[in-house]
């Protein structure tokens, strides 16, 4: 054990292995080799001396005393000359006879722009890239005839899916097809590995949308209004310039757009009618005869300023271009001339760009996927591979993915994040915010100074060492790069910030009242197993807080931002804006966050409360439910998330709170209560029978999750499945 000892503190002692920081501390230190130490050599040359195990034939050019490396294996190790005794091996025949045809490897993914993308699709296809790496963007419609293989690096949600990626290849007789998928250790992976079968041959559902979003509702309604303003100002329709900059009666389209729905058309009023979904609710919030949608699209205010995601856009617009041209000038006049020409590029990127992409990417209209609250990584305008780039993300992800300090890899260049985006006269929105770190309640307030110093749940202390609590900002602008791309290394960035979601409180006032009982109705003295309620208006908190809840630290002048260190900091630092300008702006704690409502489905179990203050039992029985909801209902696991929710009656057990991930709800919620009965059961058969671990602990083929990872060292599969088995029991 000592000589193990000694060989790996040399070993880490020196550059060949690497440290690596791993997601959780707790776990210690993790080493990789560097692969710059490793050497590969022919293996026919001379200076290398076969040998190969008489028992289990096992091939190597290293051996002590004979010992086969094999664990278990009794062999001996025996001399070995590839080149007689494996002369008329297929395999071999084929490596030495075969002509070497080299890999051209490129990437698609829709962080390239439409016409970056186009182009490497033609290069595919002409045959000048033989390896494609690609996202679901290359799916459709695409006609790849002598695409020979398809390798999936996970497996699909739904058999739909599946052919549609595995189908790409072998489009034509001639050509064999090759489709390759590897299974992740994650419950639904697992699951189809098991029995593929019932996967590729599986039935393919009909596809479903929720038309009662009222996100998606409220972007239909303008583009049906802008369709209308198009059909009348057709010249504005061409791009970002054309409708923001230009007006052909002296003032600009969004301008006019504002006086035709002022006029409040009856033939537009006709159309609306014709396709809000007849929902009371959303009839309500849209108020289409009252035309009370209009405001939150764009209206002037009494000192001439846009608002509403519209004149938000517009505002971008005129101070982006205000700024670059600004900057060009100050780059010719000091002779900086390949600078300024960077500038005055990137000012005619955001000119000629395609309006109804850019209107897309703003939340002014609908697009593909449904995201409904996208923001932008601008990068610094370096090379040309940025003006092909759109890093785009959903906000609620983007604040992990595109915080400060993160790292990007995309058009074989690495990116950091360097701020949040800021427009003149208008800041970010914040608010205050605390967790209990004794019973996760969440708590908010507009000043930080205002918010509880008692916990309203549990009456704990709110704050001290370790407590998730500041003043959270909402980047709705999105962040910003003004550093050099870097290449890519041979080691990946790592992801430093995860983000939790939390339950924050009913955007309108539920009543105890509106519970109802599963099962329904009662069998003797027996009390149900749960009471439930479902609400459209559940208010979601995203809140990612930085290394050790740290946060972040902002400049309150031009966005810049940073990791706040674990040690103490300074409050004022030179640092550059997002136009690679000096600033000597303040620099405040943030933590980055994102609101927004969704469906909500909230579970009360009848249990007595458990002495279990890590709560285990309620943690691994929420995650237990949202892969049961999965399985059961056919619903992508991606779709749907949970969390607690501690109650002030401290004798009851938190609520189970599963919402649908998607800002608005897709009615996923609602499903899973009203098959409440086959998501329990497919969640005890999940926690009962799951071969991959221990039933004292879980897995990824059972409760574990990439973005569970917070609670890994409390879920537990046993206890579960006991309190799902007992609770049957007790109602049958």
Do not use: D, W, Y
């Given at each position: 054990m000592e000589v193990l000892r000694a060989v790996w503190r040399s070993l880490t002692d020196t550059p060949i292995l690497k440290p690596v920081m791993l997601y959780d501390q707790n776990l210690g230190v993790a080493y990789h080799l560097d692969p710059n130490f490793v050497e590969m050599r022919l293996g026919t040359t001379a200076q290398i001396e076969w040998t190969r195990c008489s028992v289990c034939h096992a091939v190597t050019p290293i051996t002590l005393n004979e010992v086969c490396p094999?664990?278990?294996?009794?062999?001996a190790m025996q001399q070995f000359d590839p080149g007689t005794e494996l002369e008329n091996h297929h395999y071999r025949r084929l490596y030495v006879g075969m002509?070497?045809?080299p890999m051209i490897a490129s990437e698609h993914t829709a962080q390239w722009g439409a016409r970056k993308a186009a182009e490497i699709q033609q290069k595919f296809m002409d045959g000048a890239v033989n390896v494609l790496s690609c996202s679901t963007t290359f799916e459709l419609g695409v006609d790849v005839g002598d695409l020979q293989a398809v390798l999936m690096r996970n497996v699909p949600p739904t058999t739909a899916n599946y052919v549609q990626r595995a189908g790409r290849a072998g489009r034509r007789t001639a050509v064999a097809a090759f489709a390759l998928t590897y299974a992740q250790r994650r419950p639904h992976d697992m699951a189809h590995f098991m029995k593929p079968e019932q996967f590729i041959s599986g039935k393919i559902k009909p596809p479903a949308v929720e038309i009662h979003n009222p996100k998606i509702v409220r972007r239909h309604l303008h583009s049906v209004a802008l369709a209308e303003f198009f059909r009348r100002h057709p010249e504005t329709f061409e791009n970002v310039e054309k409708f923001f900059c230009h007006g052909t009666t002296g003032i600009t389209a969004p301008a006019e757009l504002v006086h035709m729905l002022a006029e409040r058309p009856g033939d537009l009023l006709a159309s609306l009618l014709a396709i809000v979904p007849p929902d009371p609710e959303i009839l309500a919030e849209f108020r289409l005869k009252e035309w009370g949608w209009v405001p939150q699209l764009i209206q002037v205010d009494k000192g001439g300023q846009f608002s509403g995601v519209l004149g938000q856009a517009a505002v971008e617009v005129r101070t982006d271009l205000a700024e670059y041209e600004r900057l060009e000038q100050e780059a010719s006049a000091a002779r900086k001339y390949s600078k300024a020409s960077a500038f005055k590029r990137q000012g005619n990127n955001i000119r000629r760009r395609q309006l109804l992409?850019?209107?897309?990417?703003?939340?002014v209209l609908p697009k593909y996927g449904f995201p409904v609250d996208v923001v932008e990584l601008r990068l610094k305008p370096a090379s040309d591979v940025?003006?092909?780039?759109?890093l785009q993300r959903d906000l609620k992800v983007a604040i992990s993915e595109y915080a400060p300090g993160g790292e990007v890899v995309a058009g074989h260049r690495l990116w950091t994040s360097t701020g949040i985006r800021r427009l003149p006269g208008r800041d970010p929105s914040e608010f205050a915010y605390a967790v209990c770190p004794h019973c996760g309640r969440f708590h908010k307030n507009k000043q930080y100074e205002t918010l509880p110093g008692i916990c309203e749940a549990c009456g704990?202390?709110?704050?001290?060492?370790?407590s998730r609590?500041?003043?959270?900002v909402i980047p709705q602008f999105g962040f910003f790069s003004n550093k050099d791309p870097e290449r890519v290394g041979h080691?990946?960035?790592q992801r430093l910030y995860s983000s939790r979601v939390f339950f924050s409180e009913?955007?309108?006032?539920?009543t105890d009242g509106d519970f109802r009982d599963f099962p329904e109705g009662s069998h003797g003295d027996r009390r149900p197993l749960l009471s439930y309620r479902f609400s459209r208006q559940g208010k979601l908190v995203v809140v990612n807080s930085g290394i050790a809840n740290r946060g972040f630290l902002v400049c309150q002048t031009c966005g810049y931002a940073e990791p706040a260190p674990l040690g103490p900091s300074r409050r004022s630092r030179h640092h550059q804006s997002a136009f690679d300008k000096p600033c000597n702006g303040i620099l405040d704690s943030r933590h980055l966050g994102h609101e927004f409502l969704s469906d909500v489905l909230e579970l009360r179990f009848f249990a007595e409360r458990q002495n279990d203050p890590e709560r285990s039992l309620w943690w691994s029985l929420l995650y237990a439910i949202l892969q049961g909801a999965s399985e059961a209902l056919g619903i992508e696991r991606d779709d749907i998330d949970g969390c607690l929710y501690p109650y002030a009656e401290r004798y009851l057990p938190p609520a189970i709170v599963v919402f649908d991930s998607i800002p608005g709800g897709a009615g996923h919620a609602r499903r899973i209560g009203t098959n409440l009965n086959a998501v329990l059961e497919k969640a005890l058969f999940l926690t009962a029978h799951c071969q991959s671990c221990d039933k004292d602990t879980a897995c990824y083929a059972c409760l574990k999750t990439y973005d569970n990872q917070f609670c890994h060292h409390v879920l537990r599969r046993e206890p579960v499945a006991r309190f799902l088995e007992e609770a049957r029991i007790g109602i049958l």
């Open positions: 094999t664990m278990g294996c009794s062999g002509h070497p045809v992409g850019f209107l897309a990417s703003r939340n940025a003006q092909e780039l759109e704990g202390v709110m704050r001290g060492r370790g609590s500041g003043v959270l080691i990946r960035p009913h955007a309108k006032a539920v």
